[in-house]
């Protein structure tokens, strides 16, 4: 999770085209995503703020589905590569996956990391 908001931070042009139109202010919201995805990454290393983190990082991934959907509808492309179409549509179901690991991670009583 912090590989990836730091992506955000540092190539925000790739995130940016995939925000949907009707989104305002596309470069602000990659960045201020990159920003909440590196404090929730953060947060779900130590205990104390593990719960808080992992359902801000829920509330961050479904806000950022549509982007993905967009992504898969009209078929945009990364920078600098091809990839095939099909694989945008699988990536749909892994924000589903997410969703359930940022939720087992952050469950009452988790421990782990201090």
Known sequence: MIGAGVLHLLEPAGFVK????????PET????SGVCEIS???????????????????????????ANINMAVNGIQPDGMHVP???FWLRLPLQALLVAWAWW???PGESGPA
């Open 18 to 25: 995939i925000v949907p139109s009707f989104l305002p202010a």
């Open 29 to 32: 919201l990659v960045l201020a």
């Open 40 to 66: 929730a990454g953060m947060g779900l290393l130590l205990r104390r703020t593990r719960r808080l983190a992992s359902l801000g990082l829920i509330a961050l991934l479904v806000a950022v589905f549509p």
């Open 85 to 87: 179409v099909f694989l």
């Open 105 to 107: 991670v952050g469950r």
